[in-house]
């Protein structure tokens, strides 16, 4: 599979991410986040090892453990950083702070770590990125910047930075069906004390019930199958700098399904992402980078 394949896989897993806004919007109100993101995580992970059981592709065999381990525990901690990162300083900043921290880390640890220098189209693409995604959560509500919820964002930034650079190392040897079936059943695991602590009677609903098989199947299953095939040829900054396709999935969303407004501002935004992503896919250095 090819550099732009891999890429177009690892947008499209993006896209899929983009819709869990909407879906929580739409699940009943008694759900609280850190128990939407449980429960996503045990529908994701259960589908996954049901679906490698059936498919024969579970493979126990040379896995590197302590890594498998890692990749699985900053899954697990991104969940309540995020969510909480959010109701501590807001949808906006919170999601703004996480998901545009994530791409600059990926590409610092990579350069301090793996000696991967990331290329200048990497950062001009990127930045034009994460300036769409500040236009598009701008306005969105009154800012609060408050300064453990910064952290947090940044917790969860840093999750899921690593969470792909550690992914990318184990893709190339190991079935990506497999891969992700393994580290979503352990991420599921870590987070199983959260749907003792809060209230799930929600999920006994047919809103819930779609929601949960939604988020679980379709938003996680799928999309990190995916983010995981197309990690195997592409490099952890490039493909987590294709996750901020998520905001603007869900701001897009948004506005046909839940009838939102999008002003002048975010308009610009989800222009500017996608210009940026698109010079990151289309860049004649798109290859070398992602060899």
């Not at 302590?66 to 501590?88: E, H, R």
């Not at 600059?104 to 990125?129: D, V």
């Not at 987590?240 to 969303?253: D, N, S």
Request: charge should be neutral.
């Amino acid at each position: 599979m090819g550099g732009k394949a891999s890429s177009f896989l690892i947008l499209f897993a993006a896209m899929l991410w983009g819709t869990t806004g909407t879906t929580q919007a739409l699940a009943p109100e008694t759900a609280h986040p850190i128990s939407i993101g449980a429960v996503r995580l045990a529908v994701g992970g259960l589908f996954l090892l049901i679906l490698v059981l059936v498919t024969g592709k579970l493979s126990l065999r040379d896995w590197p453990i302590k890594a498998i381990v890692g990749a699985s525990f900053c899954m697990a901690l991104y969940q309540p950083l995020f969510f909480s990162a959010v109701s501590s300083t807001g949808v906006a900043i919170g999601t703004v702070v996480a998901i545009g921290s994530a791409p600059i880390l990926s590409g610092l640890i990579e350069w301090a770590y793996l000696n991967t220098r990331p290329t200048r189209i990497w950062w001009f693409s990127t930045g034009i990125s994460i300036i769409g995604c500040l236009l598009l959560f701008a306005d969105k509500e009154s800012v609060s910047a408050d300064p453990v919820g910064i952290l947090l964002a940044l917790g969860a930034g840093l999750s899921f930075a690593s969470y792909t650079l550690i992914s990318r190392g184990i893709a190339g040897d190991h079935s990506s069906l497999s891969l992700v079936a393994i580290v979503f059943t352990l991420s599921a695991i870590f987070l199983s004390p959260f749907l003792l602590i809060y209230d799930l009677s929600w999920i006994r609903s047919v809103r819930g019930v779609v929601a949960s098989l939604q988020l679980g199947i379709v938003a996680t299953g799928a999309a990190y199958l995916l983010f995981a095939k197309g990690l195997s040829n592409v490099s952890p900054s490039t493909a987590v700098t294709f996750a901020l396709a998520e905001p603007m999935t869900a701001a897009l969303l948004g506005f046909l399904v839940l009838e939102e407004s999008l002003n002048i501002t975010a308009w610009t935004g989800i222009f500017l992402l996608v210009i940026g992503i698109g010079i990151l896919i289309w860049s004649p250095k798109n290859e070398k980078m992602t060899a």
